[in-house]
Each structure stands twice: as C-alpha cells, then as structure tokens.
C-alpha cells in the first residue's frame, strides 16, 4: 500500500507562483497531479514517470507549471507560475505501479488527501 503526503497549497494573487510537493510511501512508476474545481470534475493536471522522467501536461497549464521529481526522497513536485483564478481547485497527488494513461485518472490506485489552491483576482 502506498501513501501519498501533499503540502504546499495555499492562497495567492493572480499572477503568483506556488509549488506542491507530494511525497510517496512505497513503489511507484508515475505520478500525477490532477485538480477539482466547485461544480466541476476532476481534471487531469500533468504527469511524470519515474523511470526515464518523461513528463505530460494539460493544455491548460503547458508552459506555466513545471512538474518534476526527486527518486531519492520519492517526492514529485509541481511549481505553478503565472497562476489566475481559474486555476483556483482542489489539487490531489496520485501514484500508480502499473502501465496505463498517464493522464487518466483511472490508471492511479493511489490518492493523497488534496491541498487547497486558491488564486484571487
């Protein structure tokens, strides 16, 4: 069983950065982060594999958010720069040690407790 830990949510002006990191338990292949706004679904945010590194990421957010890792302490990072309102949700840590999608969420057994990301105008 894997456990996920996030950290780094908070509130920020428009245009801000934060950084999220998401510490796993045990093994993983890749990890994602996906995010959940009021009144809508989870969306897919960006993903990374841990072997080789190769990363994935929303249209949204390509260019402003930064996804990365540490293999050592089995922690992801996400750095979201120039961030806007709409980017205001819930954001979860997910975790997997299968082959699939990495951009569904039905490919992550493993789900951390999601950290507040709220932007202000």
């Known amino acids: 069983q894997v456990q996920l830990v996030e950290s780094g949510g908070g509130l920020v002006q428009a245009g801000g950065s934060l950084r999220l990191s998401c510490a796993a338990s045990g093994r993983i292949n890749a990890m994602g982060w996906f995010r959940q706004a009021p009144g809508k679904e989870r969306e897919f945010v960006a993903a990374?594999?841990?072997?080789?590194?190769?990363?994935d990421y929303a249209d949204l957010v390509k260019g402003r958010f930064t996804i990365s890792r540490d293999n050592a302490k089995n922690t992801m990072y996400l750095l979201m720069n120039s961030l806007s309102p709409e980017d205001t949700a819930v954001y979860y840590c997910a975790a997997r040690n299968r082959m699939g999608d990495t951009t569904m969420s039905y490919y992550y057994d493993y789900w951390g407790q999601g950290t507040q990301v709220t932007v202000s105008s």
């Open positions: 990374i594999r841990w072997s080789g590194g190769s990363v």
